[in-house]
């Protein structure tokens, strides 16, 4: 190794180990909201009433959780949330895939009119009153479908699909076509299978917009068997103080709702409340992970 060679593996010695040194913060920065509130749901609540809980847990329990999944309407409103992220997210990324492909077919009548139409959509919107009353006049309000369809198409993964498609061998579709394939066996057998990086990001994507929505819920749904999770919780959040004082004042004896509040303070409710959000919608990205920045850098720039 020649001397300029020594000095150069010298040079990097010194921004490696700062470069280390600023990601390794950043990411305590970014982890350290999780922690925290992992820390004080299992802790001691007085404790953590008090802001005493920064760093590591005192008091370790379990019971917060048990009295958190005991609140009543939890397993039908945790069924409605999963069945919405599941559904939503395949409608989704179907939708994405399909319009994407077929934004880049020359032989798609009006085809940069029907795309600035999508894309213009991201930009303008009726509003809060007249989409209500859009909702209300198809029927949606009180319907589980009201959590799916409005969510179907979205102009930003329609763009990234269409970039990402746009980056594929022109090739593959005219070797088919030669074949005598249709444009639909097209996209389902030559272009969705190699698409798996675009749509794993598409999927991270809808799954966390899905699971962790719940404006949709106190908009547009009073029927209670329809609420999520989320609204659920958010409903509990807010009721945090009424609930751990009911608590107190009537020594634990509770029924229903209230119930979750026994021995608790407002702070271990709210933190509990918050893990078991957070916690399941994490758990998608590490399946997600290898195809995430593959699939969100092609699609976002093209050649």
Request: proline residues 3%; positive net charge.
């Given at each position: 190794m020649t001397t300029a060679s020594l000095t150069?593996?010298?040079?990097?010695?010194?921004?490696?180990?700062?470069?280390?040194?600023?990601?390794?913060?950043?990411?305590?920065?970014?982890?350290?909201?999780?922690?925290?509130?992992?820390?004080?749901?299992?802790?001691?609540?007085?404790?953590?009433?008090?802001?005493?809980?920064?760093?590591?847990p005192r008091g370790l329990h379990l019971d917060n959780y048990g009295q958190v999944l005991d609140l009543q309407g939890l397993p039908q409103a945790a069924l409605v949330s999963f069945a919405r992220t599941v559904i939503g997210t395949a409608a989704t990324?179907?939708?994405?895939?399909?319009?994407?492909?077929?934004?880049?077919?020359?032989?798609?009548?009006?085809?940069?009119?029907?795309?600035?139409?999508?894309?213009?959509?991201?930009?303008?919107?009726?509003?809060?009153?007249?989409?209500?009353?859009?909702?209300?006049?198809?029927?949606?309000?009180?319907?589980?479908?009201?959590?799916?369809?409005?969510?179907?198409?979205?102009?930003?993964?329609?763009?990234?699909?269409?970039?990402?498609?746009?980056?594929m061998p022109r090739e593959l579709q005219e070797a088919a076509e030669m074949d005598g394939a249709g444009i639909l066996s097209v996209f389902f057998r030559i272009y969705l299978p190699n698409m798996t990086p675009i749509l794993a990001t598409v999927a991270i994507f809808s799954a966390v917009t899905q699971w962790n929505s719940f404006q949709d819920t106190l908009l547009y749904i009073t029927d209670q068997s329809l609420y999520t999770l989320?609204?659920?919780?958010?409903?509990?959040?807010?009721?945090?103080?009424?609930?751990?004082?009911?608590?107190?004042?009537?020594?634990?004896?509770?029924?229903?709702?209230?119930?979750?509040?026994?021995?608790?303070?407002?702070?271990?409710?709210?933190?509990?409340?918050?893990?078991?959000?957070?916690l399941p919608i994490l758990f998608v990205y590490p399946l997600f992970q290898r195809y995430f920045v593959k699939g969100i850098m092609l699609g976002a720039v093209k050649g």
């Open positions: 150069r593996e010298r040079g990097h010695v010194p921004f490696a180990i700062v470069n280390c040194t600023l990601f390794a913060l950043f990411a305590l920065v970014c982890g350290y909201p999780f922690y925290y509130l992992i820390i004080n749901s299992i802790s001691a609540n007085d404790l953590s009433a008090l802001g005493d809980i920064r760093w590591l990324v179907l939708a994405s895939a399909y319009l994407g492909f077929m934004f880049t077919q020359p032989r798609l009548w009006k085809r940069s009119f029907w795309y600035r139409a999508v894309v213009i959509t991201m930009y303008f919107n009726a509003g809060l009153i007249p989409v209500f009353i859009i909702m209300k006049t198809l029927g949606l309000t009180n319907s589980f479908w009201v959590y799916i369809l409005p969510l179907v198409v979205q102009p930003f993964n329609i763009i990234l699909v269409k970039t990402f498609v746009e980056a989320q609204f659920l919780l958010y409903m509990y959040i807010n009721q945090a103080d009424s609930l751990a004082q009911a608590a107190q004042q009537s020594g634990g004896d509770l029924s229903g709702i209230a119930s979750a509040a026994t021995s608790q303070t407002a702070t271990s409710i709210r933190t509990t409340v918050a893990v078991v959000v957070v």
